[in-house]
């Protein structure tokens, strides 16, 4: 069974400062998925990360994909306020007909002036 | 391009009554799955249809079921409602052979009483 764990859970940061969230998943899988929350809303896809070594940035975010440390990375540059919200990650199993998502709980981010 | 819409957006119902909630997919798109996700946590895949019959499920019992139709609109059914039901009911379109990103619709909160 395919388990997906995001570290930290929460995390506090100021604004300017620079952090990374990670996504451990625990089968092989070339799929992976980043969407953010805000409370009460849907979720937004961020990035698509598709092969080993995939390195996406749009903004202040960065993603990246190690397919064979099954982990993935999720940079915050110079973190601003509109940055608060849930990030998720997610990953699509190959063991599965496709599209077919396993999520992490979730890393709760709040950016303080 | 309309995006993924749900109904209704909110539904409060008693324990043991059955509920339908609906999805209208993106345009373009062939597959619907559901999630569901309860307070704080991430979302947990319910089951998958792909050309009107269910191409996948998580783990979920069979009162959960499911329907899509020719213009690939879903609905989801719930049958004996249990308390810990209550949570948010999000649905995702795409295309099945294409990069597996999913796009989300609004969900549907439900709370059951």
């Known amino acids: 069974e395919l388990k997906v764990e995001q570290n930290p859970l929460f995390l506090s940061m100021q604004e300017g400062k620079n952090y990374t969230i990670y996504c451990n998943y625990s089968?092989?899988?070339?799929?992976l998925y980043w969407y953010r929350q805000d409370p009460g809303k849907s979720l937004e896809s961020l990035f698509v990360l598709l092969s080993n070594g995939a390195v996406k940035q749009e903004g202040r975010l960065m993603a990246s994909l190690d397919t064979k440390a099954r982990l993935s990375t999720l940079h915050i540059t110079a973190a601003v306020h509109d940055l608060s919200a849930t990030y998720f990650c997610?990953?699509?199993?190959?063991?599965?007909?496709?599209?077919?998502?396993?999520f992490g709980g979730g890393t709760r981010l709040m950016v303080k002036p | 391009e309309t995006g993924v819409t749900q109904s209704p957006t909110h539904l409060i119902k008693t324990r043991g009554q059955q509920v339908t909630l609906r999805c209208s997919s993106q345009s373009g798109h062939n597959t619907v799955s559901w999630y569901q996700q309860a307070l704080g946590q991430g979302p947990q895949f319910i089951f998958q249809?792909?050309?009107?019959?269910?191409?996948g499920r998580g783990n979920f019992p069979p009162r959960f079921s499911g329907l899509q139709f020719p213009n690939y609109s879903s609905e989801l059914n719930v049958n004996a409602l249990e308390l810990d039901d209550s949570a948010l009911y999000l649905c995702?379109?795409?295309?099945?052979?294409?990069?597996?990103?999913?796009?989300f619709g609004p969900g549907t909160r439900l709370t059951v009483t």
């Open positions: 249809y792909y050309r009107e019959e269910e191409n």
């Open positions: 997610a990953v699509d199993s190959p063991d599965n007909a496709g599209n077919m998502l396993t």
């Open positions: 995702a379109s795409s295309q099945l052979a294409g990069d597996g990103e999913q796009y």
């Open positions: 089968t092989t899988s070339d799929r």
